[in-house]
Nanobody, 114 residues
């Protein structure tokens, strides 16, 4: 059974940093493209960043230069390092694979506020 367990969210002031983690199970993690998504209040879930098994990556324009996605295949875990956080980054953050599997985790709440 596919499962994603996200963690690492919290309340942070603008300009601060957080590192999110997502432990995946039930997938062939080492060969999967992994991605982070987020959903802000009242908005649809949106793509944030992806990382292929070969190390290729891309991200949403508004987070380029601030967010970095990485992975540890030995731990079946994908990370999202978020720096220079802005209030508009406030959302519930989720991980999934590409293509998406319809079995989302509970997400982790990130709130950027002074």
């Amino acid at each position: 059974q596919v499962q994603f367990v996200e963690s690492g969210g919290g309340l942070v002031q603008p300009g601060g940093s957080l590192r999110l983690s997502c432990a995946a199970s039930g997938i062939r993690f080492s060969i999967s493209t992994m991605a982070w998504y987020r959903q802000a209040p009242g908005k649809q879930r949106e793509f944030v960043a992806f990382l292929t098994s070969g190390g290729n990556t891309n991200s949403k324009d508004s987070v380029k230069g601030r967010f970095t996605i990485s992975r540890d295949n030995a731990k079946n875990t994908v990370y999202l390092q978020m720096n220079s956080l802005k209030p508009e980054d406030t959302a519930v953050y989720y991980c999934n694979k590409v293509p998406i599997v319809d079995n989302w985790g509970q997400g982790t709440q990130v709130t950027v506020s002074s």
